[in-house]
């Protein structure tokens, strides 16, 4: 199964911004990655998803490296309300699978 | 759209009763999930299903039935609960396609939080 691996925790101070890495160094050529979130008390939500190219949305930007061996989830301007864990997957099939992600924390 | 519903929200079991845990989508989404999320750690996936009449397991399905009659519903159950299930359980759906499904987001419900004693 491809895997992910990610810090456990970053932090981070309000209004800069914020690179996440991922690393998924077994990616195969159909491997989609794929970025959520989760906030305290709520279930995972969808933050952005690429295959080989950058990938740009209201919410974040997604950086892949050219071997697609690892990627970086940026946040432009952390605010308090993107304090949460992020995860990073593979959607290669249906069987997706989450590791532990990574908890930011945003300070003021 | 309701988006992904779950019920119920909290429930507490004794050990060794049963019980459903019901989630529903309106978006017409062929693939739906089961997850459970214990404390301080990820998603782990139970089962799943890619459309009425077929499922599959995950990394955890001892212990947990589905199945999958509509494409609407996916129903979770404990056939005899024990404290180790205790968790939270998230259900996710998605579009999919043929092709290029794999780029479609999953869409999660807020948990049903389980506690067995």
């Known amino acids: 199964d491809a895997k992910t691996t990610q810090p456990n925790s970053m932090e981070s101070n309000e209004e800069e911004p914020v690179h996440l890495p991922c690393n998924h160094s077994t990616i195969s050529g159909t491997d989609y990655i794929h970025w959520y979130r989760q906030l305290p008390s709520q279930g995972p939500e969808y933050v952005i998803h690429?295959?080989?190219s950058n990938v740009n949305n209201r919410m974040a930007s997604l950086a892949i490296a050219e071997d697609r061996k690892s990627s970086t989830l940026i946040l432009h301007r952390a605010t308090l309300r993107d304090a949460a864990v992020y995860y990073c997957?593979?959607?290669?099939?249906?069987?997706?699978?989450f590791g532990a992600g990574t908890r930011l924390t945003v300070k003021p | 759209n309701a988006g992904v519903t779950q019920t119920p929200k909290f429930q507490v079991l004794k050990t060794g009763q049963s019980m459903t845990l019901q989630c529903a989508q309106d978006?017409?989404?062929?693939?739906m999930s089961w997850y459970r999320q214990d404390p301080g750690m990820g998603l782990r996936l139970i089962h799943y299903s890619v459309g009425a009449g077929i499922t599959d397991q995950g990394e955890v399905p001892n212990g947990y039935n589905v199945s999958r009659s509509t494409t609407e519903d996916f129903p979770l159950r404990l056939l005899s609960a024990a404290p180790s299930q205790t968790s939270v359980y998230f259900c996710?759906?998605?579009?999919?396609?043929?092709?290029?499904?794999?780029?479609?987001?999953?869409?999660f419900g807020n948990g049903t939080r389980l506690t067995v004693t």
């Open positions: 997957i593979l959607r290669p099939n249906n069987d997706m699978r």
């Open positions: 978006m017409n989404h062929e693939y």
């Open positions: 690429g295959l080989t």
């Open positions: 996710a759906s998605s579009y999919q396609g043929q092709g290029s499904s794999y780029n479609s987001p999953l869409h």
